[in-house]
């Protein structure tokens, strides 16, 4: 018998709103500095063939952006059973950081179903194993989930924001690095809803790795119980969808042209959103 997919609700509507004045804080009012200019290749014809991956032969490059294969796809979660995936995952992966923890993260969560909330699901192409997932809630229909344990920066209210949580992948798969993949469709869904910055809640290990990939740590670097953790110290941590891009560019960070500039047509998220 076939299954009702999963509700997709748009955390709010494609045409955005008119802006309008709103305070800003120390997060979302610095001045960018200027980025180097990027050199563009030529556009070449829409009725061009594509061309191979890695094409370095003379003329490849004004035949324009190179679709770049990945192991795995991305795409949004649409079904009871894949939901049901995913929810395992994330048991097996926070088991391995958290011991004894990974069966309360494993338990069905009424986050997953709430309006304006999307979870991305990554695939190997070749087994179909779920080897990665992450979920993206915006402040559209109601507070982030962090909100209910900290005040954020003024320079964050009144924007519209995205959190990210439940971001796992499976540490024994070595084909790809699907985490790539999750972070490029999680930026373009951010791109196409209009948010502002996205937010998260860090372990303090991991605060510095997420430093490195240009995410500000807020609220003096405290960490505070987050009820939507079972109660565990997370820091806060939010990353500026322009801003952040422009720096990561200027860092010449290795996931910037990744995201910026490779067209990577397994990332499938942007059509589950258009088809709702």
């Given at each position: 018998m076939?299954?009702?997919?999963?509700?997709?609700?748009?955390?709010?509507?494609?045409?955005?709103?008119?802006?309008?004045?709103?305070?800003?804080?120390?997060?979302?009012?610095?001045v960018?500095?200027?980025?180097?200019?990027r050199?563009?290749?030529?556009?070449?014809?829409?009725?061009?063939?594509?061309?191979?991956?890695g094409?370095s032969?003379?003329?490849?490059?004004?035949?324009?952006?190179?679709?770049?294969?990945?192991?795995?796809?991305?795409?949004?979660?649409?079904?009871?059973?894949?939901?049901?995936?995913?929810?395992?995952?994330?048991?097996?992966?926070?088991?391995?950081?958290?011991?004894?923890?990974?069966?309360?993260?494993?338990q069905?969560d009424?986050?997953?179903?709430?309006?304006?909330?999307?979870?991305?699901?990554?695939?190997?192409?070749?087994?179909?194993?779920?080897?990665?997932?992450?979920?993206?809630?915006?402040?559209?229909?109601?507070?982030?989930a962090?909100?209910?344990?900290?005040d954020?920066?003024?320079?964050?209210?009144?924007?519209?924001?995205?959190?990210?949580?439940?971001?796992?992948?499976?540490?024994?798969?070595?084909?790809?690095?699907?985490?790539?993949?999750?972070?490029?469709?999680?930026?373009?869904?951010?791109h196409?809803?209009?948010?502002?910055?996205?937010?998260?809640?860090?372990?303090?290990?991991?605060?510095?790795?997420?430093k490195?990939?240009?995410?500000?740590?807020?609220?003096?670097?405290?960490a505070?119980p987050?009820?939507?953790?079972?109660?565990?110290?997370?820091?806060?941590?939010?990353?500026?969808?322009?801003?952040?891009?422009?720096?990561?560019?200027?860092?010449?960070?290795?996931?910037?042209?990744?995201?910026e500039?490779?067209?990577?047509?397994?990332?499938?998220?942007?059509?589950?959103?258009l088809?709702?």
């Open positions: 076939p299954t009702a997919p999963l509700a997709l609700t748009l955390p709010f509507p494609l045409t955005p709103e008119a802006p309008r004045p709103r305070p800003h804080g120390e997060l979302l009012n610095r960018p500095a200027e980025a180097a200019p050199p563009h290749a030529a556009t070449a014809p829409l009725s061009a063939p594509v061309s191979a991956v094409d032969t003379p003329g490849a490059a004004a035949r324009g952006p190179q679709a770049v294969e990945l192991a795995y796809t991305v795409r949004l979660v649409r079904t009871p059973q894949e939901l049901a995936e995913v929810r395992a995952l994330r048991g097996r992966a926070y088991d391995r950081v958290l011991p004894g923890l990974g069966a309360h993260f494993a069905p009424p986050a997953d179903e709430a309006p304006g909330t999307l979870i991305y699901a990554a695939r190997d192409k070749a087994t179909g194993a779920l080897i990665g997932s992450s979920r993206v809630r915006t402040n559209r229909c109601e507070p982030l962090v909100q209910a344990s900290v954020l920066p003024a320079g964050l209210h009144g924007h519209h924001l995205a959190e990210v949580t439940r971001y796992v992948v499976d540490a024994d798969y070595k084909r790809d690095a699907p985490q790539r993949g999750l972070l490029k469709a999680m930026a373009l869904t951010g196409l809803l209009q948010v502002r910055a996205f937010v998260i809640t860090a372990r303090e290990k991991m605060v510095r790795r997420y490195a990939l240009g995410l500000e740590l807020l609220l003096d670097g405290q505070f987050m009820a939507h953790i079972g109660g565990l110290p997370h820091c806060v941590m939010a990353f500026d969808l322009h801003q952040g891009l422009q720096r990561l560019r200027q860092m010449q960070h290795p996931i910037s042209p990744f995201i500039d490779e067209w990577h047509p397994d990332l499938q998220v942007l059509e589950g959103l088809r709702g």
